[in-house]
């Protein structure tokens, strides 16, 4: 969907590295979503936010963090990455409808 | 807490059959149910949703679902499959009585093979 964008779309990068995921968005949206796939697990809710003063932790928060820097604007950082946190991740919006619109994904890929 | 099981990792159908994609559900109170689709390296497109009211809910590209209360079920249908709709499926739930904006809970997905 063109009205959620991620960047980058492909990273490669070495354990131990700060690592950020940028998400845009164009549909107004309050609620912000990032999930991460991996091969048959489905996708896994990392973290949300309600609004830019709202911040929540998903199921697998842990090695994540986030920074809601606008209505539109929603970062995802991996402080120090690890191999274990190759994944596609996918950044989500919603309105009250629970109607969830995601974005094109980022392949990450920690040697 | 929810959950959401698709029992079977791969369907196979051939082109011009009935499709069925099945996933069952688990909340504690009632639940808000979605399908979504996704194709080879792409993001998570949405197909359809129940949130209340009539049992068989109707989406995009001909599909459709049928919510089952007394089998905690929301199968995914089409009359007729198409090779165009080979990719793969996600069932989602949300419990409606969770209140504010948590994220769905997704099953790990059914690959949808279409055979011409």
């Known amino acids: 969907d063109a009205d959620v964008t991620q960047t980058p779309r492909n990273r490669i990068t070495k354990t131990g590295k700060r690592i950020m995921l940028e998400c845009s968005q164009t549909k107004g949206h309050d609620r912000m979503y990032w999930y991460r796939q991996d091969p048959g697990l489905g996708l896994q809710l990392i973290y949300y936010?309600?609004?830019?003063?709202?911040?929540n932790k998903g199921e697998i928060s842990d090695g994540y963090s986030v920074s809601r820097q606008a209505q539109a604007k929603f970062s995802l950082s991996l402080e120090s990455a690890i191999p274990n946190q190759t994944a596609l991740y996918f950044c989500?919006?919603?309105?009250?409808?629970?109607?969830?619109?995601f974005g094109p994904g980022t392949r990450l890929t920690v040697l | 807490a929810q959950s959401v099981a698709q029992p079977e990792d791969q369907v196979n159908v051939a082109e011009g059959n009935p499709l069925t994609v099945k996933c069952t559900y688990s909340v504690s109170g009632n639940p808000y149910l979605f399908w979504y689709v996704q194709y080879p390296n792409r993001g998570l497109q949405f197909l359809l949703k129940y949130i209340t009211g009539d049992n068989l809910v109707k989406g995009s590209y001909g599909f459709e679902a049928e919510f089952n209360k007394s089998q905690t079920s929301f199968h995914l249908k089409k009359p007729s499959a198409l090779v165009s709709d080979s990719a793969l499926y996600f069932c989602a739930v949300r419990d409606r009585g969770g209140g504010g904006a948590d994220g769905l809970t997704f099953g790990k997905g059914t690959h949808l093979i279409i055979q011409p």
């Open positions: 936010s309600f609004d830019v003063k709202d911040i």
């Open positions: 989500a919006t919603s309105d009250y409808s629970d109607t969830q619109y």
